[in-house]
């Protein structure tokens, strides 16, 4: 088929105003706000309905057209800008908040529900429970957020974002609709067993497995009372210390330590944000913190008042931090890492940032109880000089390069990272991903280029 006559196909399974290949249409498609380069688009679609999306899978199956499902397009490493070409499915239409369990906390949405949209809902309806979102901006989805195994503000307490994830409704590469947890043999979506747990396919794989069409993420009780607590380390060695002796108590919400050259010259700014239902209990809290901070041969800082409420925003401050440059341009190697091996990954992500001539700035969060850190060195750049833009790119696959010889994982790699990843692999893991791969989408439509194995 010729390309008019495929978009005449999108147009009426969509309606004409949701499909488009105008150059316009195309064009903020073809890129992301992270340092990848640019790549061309065919079709940009906007389903509403899941109907719409089996019709169009079917379509791309008869024309093997690639298919790229879109929620935020936020991710930074050029994850929905396609590879191969093709048809960007962007899911902003389907923003429907279906059910909010009050008593089996969880809220199901449908895939373009932004964490903006549904952090607002639960305020303003269910004010006692609350959605770990991302540090992202809010027009990202709770979906795809999930999917790439995100993590937010109660990572620390439940873990990443992608094991809140009790259910999926999935439109397969086939076109076939599946359900995955227990809405596949109850009406609840309260958990993902005890059945086999096939959830797992979708996270982390890059749309390359299928689209999901709908989502139960978990919801937690939320106090009344919240503060941050910061403390100040002059070496990185400390900071397992610190974040051992921290979890240990489980007091925290939320800790995250940040290194910046511009903000906090040459110490590690590690915040502990605490809750709680009274004035006594967040004081008590304050205290065995001062304490820890103190053994692990931190200080305690008071946070001035004109900056507590910038603190205490959700999301928090990486966003301003982001754009130090005012080039308009950032990207993070956002990645895994044991915190033993913090230390050694916090002097070398600042060596790196040296040699590339940018100002040294990372942001990472404790996952769980210190058992994975997602560590964060971020490279802002000049949008418009396309040498500065290559700079970055470089220190990233460095930072990525070092992190993997610590030990560590790539998260949410763009297409370098991810052959750096699958270079490391071990090679059953590699026959099996791709066995399965094939077995579901023998044509190749889902996102290719991504986690390519050859
Ligand atoms: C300033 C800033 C701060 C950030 N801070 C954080 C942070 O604290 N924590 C964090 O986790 N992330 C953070 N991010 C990264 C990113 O913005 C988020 O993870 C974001 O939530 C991704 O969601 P999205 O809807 O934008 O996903 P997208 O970029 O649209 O998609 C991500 C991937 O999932 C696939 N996908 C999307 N929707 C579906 C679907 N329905 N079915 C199948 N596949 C799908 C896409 O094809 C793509 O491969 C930050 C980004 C910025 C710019």
Known sequence: MIKSEILTHLENIVGKEFASNNQEDLFIYSQDSGASLPRPVDFVVLPKTVEEIQNIVRLANEEKIPIVPMGGGMTLSGLTIPIKGGIVIDLKRMDKILEINEISRYALIEAGVTTGRLTAYLEKHYPNLEVSIPDAPPSATVTGNALIHGSGFLSQKYGNHGDMINGLEVVLPNGEICKLGSCAVSEYWFTRGPIPDLIGLFISSFGTMGIATKLAIKLYPKDN????????????????????KITHTDIAEDIVFAVSEALFKGYIFLATYITGNSEEDIGSKIKILKRIYRKAKGNYMKVPEGFRNYF???????????????????EYSGNFIPLDKIPEAI????????KYDISPSQVSRVI?????????ASFSFNRADPNDMENARNALHETNEMILKLGGIIWKPELAGQKLIIEKMDPNYKKLFQAIRVALDPNGIMNPGNWEIT
Do not use: C, T
Not at 312 to 330: H, Q, T, V, W, Y
Not at 368 to 376: R, V
């Open 347 to 354: 002097e070398k992500a600042i060596e790196i940032s040296k």
């Open 225 to 244: 009372l919240r503060e941050i607590v910061v403390g100040i380390f002059s070496d990185p060695k400390m900071i397992p210390d610190a974040i051992s």
């Open 312 to 330: 205490l925003e959700k999301p928090i401050f990486i966003s301003s931090e982001a754009d130090n440059r005012s080039g308009g341009g950032f």
């Open 368 to 376: 769980g109880k210190g058992h994975n850190i997602m560590f964060a």
